[in-house]
């Protein structure tokens, strides 16, 4: 067995090694300049005295001088300029090396080159995060000592007791020795004596410190869950080497700790440690701890390789796969190995496990993949058992703070991202294709994977849905304690928006203590990583679910996230994804003073500035009302319940939690935004602007707009979710709503807050449904919409789909008469049903009439394709089709009847003949490029002989079909009539036939944009036509060869009187139009008599000829419409045919005569081709 691929074995608990690497060579490769011609040969250039600038990777940057503290801001501006002058990576290190070396003026230097270059936000960012750290690694008092300057950086800069090597722990406090704990605000949870009591939270890693008799390290005492378990066998390979046998390993003395490793017990103790005076402290102190040993839990041992291997009497051993198998019998028999728990093998077993347990409130996962060296992208492996856990654990309502990963010191690209579970949110096809700043996928292997169903939009989907509460996930970046990402730590990148900062160490404990927490042997130990920074974030959970117990998973990870303090770029950002975790922020916000008896109004934010926020995270329960007075914010995440109602009257009031009682009334000049639920009827004058940066608000009440309000919609992609790549929506729930519009609708495309991408320009047909209703009624009409100023791409604009149960925001084109400049062509007369739309059409954002409301409903979801499309189908090309058809159909009654006045004259005298009755069935088959007719007809005539010919009648009836594709389909009944008569000269013979028809037309056909379904249109119509011929032929015999040359000169017509079709969009008006035929004909026709021994005379036929059009078919009509006309183009018909035909007739000489034939007419644009079947009966 290669234990090397297992699942287990490619799982790493995420704590760092002890080294330094510095990242600087990986920011120059960021800027993509790594190649540049500026990493040749020039020399470094001095700037100024005090800022110099460098040109290559390898050449420093001359630091500030010593008193560069009060060099004036201009000169430090013109240096960096002049350092970008020369390229971005000379800026960037230009900013490392003078941040590292003068780090009082890091932020001084990180801002003016942010003013430089903005768009090199994040590598400046990491430039001077990295300068801090390795400032601190020197010991800050480089050429600083004794100055007033070095003395104003030790202050800046001072270490907690914790983190402080120079403090000796025996001198600290049991809380101050977790230097985490201070950092993250942990003290008001003491104060409030919040300790995580009765939460449970599953630790999925190496396990637990506890002896083979269950008891456990002093510091969980009476707090470990009874279902505590292991999936691999306990081993120690010193105990085997010691005895020279591979199974001693397995005999677990009494006093030997289940954790092997020492990283569960590690990650516990910062969990929930105990406040007993001793030692240190968790987050949580009162939580309760269920410990899974997942990852494999060895006994360290001298002995043991870095692969786990080690020998005995000349064989060697896996200590992995000896904890998997429970024997050696690996060796020989996999299929023998003992299998440790039913639970299986690996975290995702241990996760699938824990979903199935209600009361876990949250899970800890420490550990993920482990790039190797200059690893640029994520290979991800299959990852279908460990997604199908996590949504299970989700499903469960479970909080899963997860490790972001320690690889970006050896790996730096790589860790620009989370790897993982906490990447899971982000892997979708559409984001397979997404790459880092090297240009690598940000990862590889799970392309058609989709776990989009993780992200929080559709967790709070499936939440509004069904009604069950769903889990996050978390993902956790380490910091050291000057609050500054460690080295090791990965970056949030791609996942900020579920991302947060927790303290985990430096990358060198000589510079800083890292994290002390509990370990093996009832001991404690101090160690650095994302592993510490994760259990930091699981410990502030259990507390606050104790603080909110009627929370849901959401509302306490949001409190989490909007509570935390800001660090790097303004708002959430890819390097700290959603800030600093701040415990003390999350527990003491809340509305100070309020009595919740009161019936009065309670004020909140008065005389607050713009940049003033107040954060409310308890529950609030008021027999009153609130007034959200002064232009600062106030932000409600937990539940709050004002029983008169809520009015915004200045600033904003951002609703990320539950607000319930009586109505909510945004008053002008005033917003009200947010990602939570109103359940109330809420009344806008104001601003409705729902989400903060692109989010879901929702209302269980009804919705009015006043004239005067603006509801702002960003979007910034085109998923249904929060953050970057989302769009706002405003979710209206409940039976019986109304959502009443009115005021000014303004979407916006750039300057979105939060994690947007704000680079999104949406495409001609996206779409974005920012509006439902769950039950109820949309009535009213945005008065106008507010076009964004920037982020639309070239000749589109945006409009409003006003649906009955939605509105949707739609990409439209300024003019559908001109669409070429979306590289789509357009008829002339598509062009001009363009231009009909572009008049009709309301101004943008307001409820078109009704009678163009399924026109615009459906026209305004079109993409470029779609809409040329369904314009082309506009134009109601099939009405021309039908009346080529019909023209055809009088056409082919006539060539009927010039074929059997032919065989009339080919029979020979009329001496002694009767007269004669004959019926003919066709069968024809037309095609043309864009076009499919069929026909069947039936003819019944009677032929009387005179003297020198014949005269005769005839009825004909033909149904035809005719389909064009998807300009549509007709059927036309034909009823024909016709007299005929012929006399000969000698050998020359003049014939001669007219006839009347009268057709009836059904059209049925679809207009369609692409998006939301075709709309059916119908037309009935009728008309009349007919055709006069006349034919001069001479009949020679050859032999029993007869031979019949002739010239036929004939018209054909008909027209439709017009019609008007009934349907929703753009029906057709046709003008009445007839059509004509007028041509030539010469032909020959050869027959031979063949005369049977039974008596039957068979008589074989084939005729040959060229036809000339001397008057046209038509291919266009005149239609209008929007009353507005134009020319509908069909299929251009050519003036030259090939005609003819063979037949077989055979008679039995007592007047009965049965035939059959094959006939053509082909030219280009129409060949038809017939297939008929007469008898003739004389009497």
């Known amino acids: 067995?290669?234990?090397?691929?297992?699942?287990?074995?490619?799982?790493?608990?995420?704590?760092?090694?002890?080294?330094?690497?510095?990242?600087?060579?990986?920011?120059?490769?960021?800027?993509?300049?790594?190649?540049?011609?500026?990493?040749?040969?020039?020399?470094?250039?001095?700037?100024?005295?005090?800022?110099?600038?460098?040109?290559?990777?390898?050449?420093?940057?001359?630091?500030?001088?010593?008193?560069?503290?009060?060099?004036?801001?201009?000169?430090?501006?013109?240096?960096?300029?002049?350092?970008?002058?020369?390229?971005?990576?000379?800026?960037?290190?230009?900013?490392?090396?003078?941040?590292?070396?003068?780090?009082?003026?890091?932020?001084?230097?990180?801002?003016?080159?942010?003013?430089?270059?903005?768009?090199?936000?994040?590598?400046?960012?990491?430039?001077?995060?990295?300068?801090?750290?390795?400032?601190?690694?020197?010991?800050?008092?480089?050429?600083?000592?004794?100055?007033?300057?070095?003395?104003?950086?030790?202050?800046?800069?001072?270490?907690?007791?914790?983190?402080?090597?120079?403090?000796?722990?025996?001198?600290?406090?049991?809380?101050?020795?977790?230097?985490?704990?201070?950092?993250?605000?942990?003290?008001?949870?003491?104060?409030?004596?919040?300790?995580?009591?009765?939460?449970?939270?599953?630790?999925?890693?190496?396990?637990?410190?506890?002896?083979?008799?269950?008891?456990?390290?002093?510091?969980?005492?009476?707090?470990?869950?009874?279902?505590?378990?292991?999936?691999?066998?306990?081993?120690?390979?010193?105990?085997?080497?010691?005895?020279?046998?591979?199974?001693?390993?397995?005999?677990?003395?009494?006093?030997?700790?289940?954790?092997?490793?020492?990283?569960?017990?590690?990650?516990?103790?910062?969990?929930?440690?105990?406040?007993?005076?001793?030692?240190?402290?968790?987050?949580?102190?009162?939580?309760?701890?269920?410990?899974?040993?997942?990852?494999?839990?060895?006994?360290?041992?001298?002995?043991?390789?870095?692969?786990?291997?080690?020998?005995?009497?000349?064989?060697?051993?896996?200590?992995?796969?000896?904890?998997?198998?429970?024997?050696?019998?690996?060796?020989?028999?996999?299929?023998?190995?003992?299998?440790?728990?039913?639970?299986?093998?690996?975290?995702?077993?241990?996760?699938?496990?824990?979903?199935?347990?209600?009361?876990?409130?949250?899970?800890?996962?420490?550990?993920?993949?482990?790039?190797?060296?200059?690893?640029?992208?994520?290979?991800?492996?299959?990852?279908?058992?460990?997604?199908?856990?996590?949504?299970?654990?989700?499903?469960?309502?479970?909080?899963?703070?997860?490790?972001?990963?320690?690889?970006?010191?050896?790996?730096?690209?790589?860790?620009?991202?989370?790897?993982?579970?906490?990447?899971?949110?982000?892997?979708?096809?559409?984001?397979?294709?997404?790459?880092?700043?090297?240009?690598?996928?940000?990862?590889?292997?799970?392309?058609?994977?989709?776990?989009?169903?993780?992200?929080?939009?559709?967790?709070?989907?499936?939440?509004?849905?069904?009604?069950?509460?769903?889990?996050?996930?978390?993902?956790?970046?380490?910091?050291?304690?000057?609050?500054?990402?460690?080295?090791?730590?990965?970056?949030?990148?791609?996942?900020?928006?579920?991302?947060?900062?927790?303290?985990?160490?430096?990358?060198?404990?000589?510079?800083?203590?890292?994290?002390?927490?509990?370990?093996?042997?009832?001991?404690?130990?101090?160690?650095?990583?994302?592993?510490?920074?994760?259990?930091?974030?699981?410990?502030?959970?259990?507390?606050?679910?104790?603080?909110?117990?009627?929370?849901?998973?959401?509302?306490?990870?949001?409190?989490?996230?909007?509570?935390?303090?800001?660090?790097?770029?303004?708002?959430?950002d890819a390097v700290y994804g959603r800030g600093f975790l701040r415990l003390d922020l999350a527990l003491q916000s809340g509305p100070a003073g309020l009595d919740s008896a009161d019936t009065g109004t309670y004020v909140a934010g008065a005389g607050g500035t713009a940049d003033d926020k107040l954060v409310w995270t308890r529950q609030v329960s008021s027999s009153g009302s609130l007034a959200k007075q002064g232009d600062g914010t106030l932000v409600l995440l937990g539940n709050a319940s004002f029983e008169q109602g809520v009015s915004v009257d200045q600033g904003e009031l951002r609703i990320d939690g539950n607000l319930t009682g009586g109505a909510v009334t945004v008053g002008a000049g005033a917003t009200m935004s947010g990602n939570g639920t109103v359940a109330a009827n809420v009344t806008s004058r104001g601003t409705l602007a729902p989400g903060q940066s692109p989010g879901l608000l929702t209302i269980n009440g009804d919705l009015t707009l006043i004239s005067g309000s603006q509801t702002n919609i960003e979007v910034d992609g085109t998923a249904a979710q929060v953050g970057a790549g989302g769009f706002d929506r405003i979710s209206v729930e409940g039976t019986g709503r109304t959502v009443s519009l009115d005021g000014v609708l303004a979407p916006t495309l750039r300057g979105i807050s939060g994690s947007a991408t704000n680079s999104f320009t949406p495409s001609l047909g996206d779409n974005f449904r920012f509006l439902t209703l769950s039950d109820g009624q949309i009535v009213g009409s945005f008065g106008s919409l507010l076009q964004p100023t920037a982020g639309l791409a070239a000749n589109t604009r945006f409009d409003v789909v006003y649906g009955a149960d939605s509105l949707m925001l739609s990409t439209t084109p300024l003019s559908y008469a001109d669409l070429q400049g979306f590289g789509v062509s357009q008829s002339a007369a598509a062009k001009v049903i363009g231009g009909a739309i572009d008049a009709a059409r309301p101004a943008a954002g307001t409820r078109p009439g009704a009678d163009l409301a399924a026109l615009f409903s459906s026209l305004y979801r079109g993409d470029a394709n779609a809409v040329a499309s369904g314009l082309e189908q506009a134009t109601g090309r099939i009405y021309v089709d039908s009346g080529q058809s019909m023209v055809f159909s009088v056409g082919r009654f006539a060539d009927a009847l010039w074929q059997h006045q032919t065989e009339l004259s080919l029979s020979g005298t009329t001496d002694g003949v009767a007269a004669r009755f004959w019926s003919q069935g066709d069968v024809w088959f037309g095609r043309n490029s864009d076009t499919k007719s069929d026909s069947a007809s039936a003819s019944f005539g009677m032929d009387i002989p005179l003297d020198r010919g014949w005269v005769g009648g005839v009825v004909r009836y033909e149904g035809s079909s005719v389909s064009a594709g998807s300009d549509g389909k007709a059927s036309i009944d034909a009823y024909q009539a016709a007299a005929h008569g012929q006399v000969a000269y000698g050998d020359v013979e003049l014939s001669g036939r007219a006839g009347l028809s009268y057709g009836r037309l059904d059209v049925s056909r679809q207009i369609g944009f692409g998006a939301g379904g075709a709309s059916p249109l119908t037309g009935k119509d009728n008309g009349f036509g007919g055709f006069a011929e006349a034919t001069v032929q001479k009949r020679m015999d050859l032999g029993e060869t007869k031979v019949l040359p002739s010239l036929t000169l004939g018209y054909r017509a008909f027209g439709f009187d017009g019609t008007t079709e009934t349907g929703d969009v753009l029906p057709l008006v046709t003008q009445g139009q007839t059509y004509q035929q007028g041509h030539v004909t010469a032909a020959v026709t050869v027959a031979r008599n063949l005369d049977l021994d039974n008596g039957y005379q068979l008589t074989p036929q084939a005729t040959l000829g060229y036809r000339r059009d001397l008057l046209e078919i038509a291919d266009h009509a005149s239609a209008s419409v929007l009353g507005t006309g134009f020319t509908s183009q069909g299929q251009a018909i050519g003036r030259d045919a090939f005609v003819g035909g063979i037949k077989l007739q055979a008679s039995n000489g007592h007047g009965l005569t049965f035939a059959t034939g094959y006939d053509v007419d082909l030219r280009e644009g129409a060949q038809q081709h017939r297939l008929s079947g007469s008898f003739s009966l004389r009497w």
């Not at 490769?29 to 990493?39: D, E, F, G, I, Y």
């Not at 002049?82 to 932020?107: C, D, H, M, W």
């Not at 590598?123 to 010991?139: F, H, V």
């Not at 105990?274 to 030692?279: C, K, L, P, R, V």
């Open 1 to 572: 067995m290669d234990f090397s691929s297992t699942s287990n074995a490619s799982q790493r608990n995420r704590t760092t090694g002890l080294h330094c690497a510095c990242l600087l060579t990986a920011l120059f490769a960021s800027t993509a300049l790594a190649s540049s011609p500026l990493m040749a040969a020039e020399p470094v250039r001095t700037a100024t005295p005090a800022i110099a600038t460098a040109k290559t990777a390898g050449a420093a940057a001359a630091p500030l001088q010593q008193d560069s503290a009060q060099l004036d801001t201009a000169e430090l501006a013109e240096a960096l300029a002049l350092a970008a002058s020369y390229g971005k990576s000379s800026l960037i290190a230009s900013v490392y090396e003078n941040a590292r070396i003068t780090p009082f003026r890091a932020e001084a230097v990180a801002s003016r080159a942010l003013a430089i270059a903005p768009g090199l936000s994040r590598e400046i960012r990491l430039a001077t995060d990295l300068a801090l750290s390795q400032a601190r690694n020197a010991g800050f008092d480089a050429g600083l000592s004794g100055t007033a300057s070095g003395n104003g950086l030790r202050a800046a800069l001072a270490l907690p007791p914790g983190a402080d090597n120079a403090v000796d722990l025996g001198s600290m406090t049991e809380f101050q020795r977790n230097w985490g704990l201070g950092a993250i605000g942990a003290e008001e949870a003491v104060n409030r004596n919040l300790t995580g009591a009765g939460v449970v939270v599953a630790v999925v890693d190496t396990g637990l410190d506890m002896r083979a008799n269950g008891t456990p390290h002093s510091e969980f005492t009476g707090r470990v869950d009874e279902r505590s378990t292991s999936l691999f066998h306990w081993y120690d390979p010193n105990l085997a080497i010691a005895a020279g046998d591979v199974n001693a390993g397995f005999v677990r003395p009494e006093t030997a700790s289940s954790d092997g490793n020492g990283h569960g017990t590690h990650v516990s103790g910062i969990i929930a440690a105990a406040a007993d005076g001793n030692g240190m402290q968790g987050v949580a102190p009162g939580a309760t701890i269920l410990a899974i040993q997942a990852l494999p839990s060895v006994m360290p041992s001298e002995n043991v390789d870095e692969s786990g291997n080690f020998v005995i009497d000349g064989v060697t051993y896996n200590t992995t796969a000896l904890t998997y198998c429970g024997s050696a019998v690996y060796l020989t028999d996999e299929n023998q190995c003992s299998q440790a728990n039913p639970v299986g093998i690996g975290t995702d077993a241990a996760i699938a496990y824990l979903a199935t347990q209600s009361d876990v409130r949250i899970i800890n996962g420490s550990f993920g993949p482990d790039a190797a060296e200059g690893e640029t992208s994520w290979a991800t492996g299959d990852l279908t058992a460990e997604a199908t856990a996590v949504r299970a654990s989700l499903m469960a309502g479970q909080i899963l703070t997860i490790a972001a990963g320690n690889e970006r010191a050896k790996a730096p690209i790589y860790g620009e991202n989370p790897s993982g579970i906490g990447l899971f949110p982000f892997i979708n096809p559409a984001n397979a294709v997404r790459t880092n700043s090297a240009g690598q996928l940000i990862y590889s292997g799970s392309e058609t994977a989709d776990f989009s169903d993780m992200t929080d939009a559709a967790l709070t989907a499936a939440e509004a849905a069904d009604g069950i509460q769903r889990g996050r996930i978390i993902v956790v970046v380490a910091t050291d304690s000057q609050k500054v990402l460690a080295d090791y730590s990965n970056a949030c990148g791609v996942a900020a928006e579920w991302c947060i900062a927790a303290p985990g160490g430096t990358d060198d404990d000589s510079v800083e203590r890292p994290i002390l927490s509990t370990y093996t042997d009832g001991t404690y130990k101090a160690l650095q990583g994302t592993s510490m920074a994760a259990p930091h974030v699981a410990g502030a959970l259990a507390v606050l679910i104790e603080a909110f117990p009627t929370y849901t998973p959401a509302q306490i990870t949001n409190i989490l996230f909007e509570t935390a303090e800001d660090l790097g770029d303004p708002g959430t």
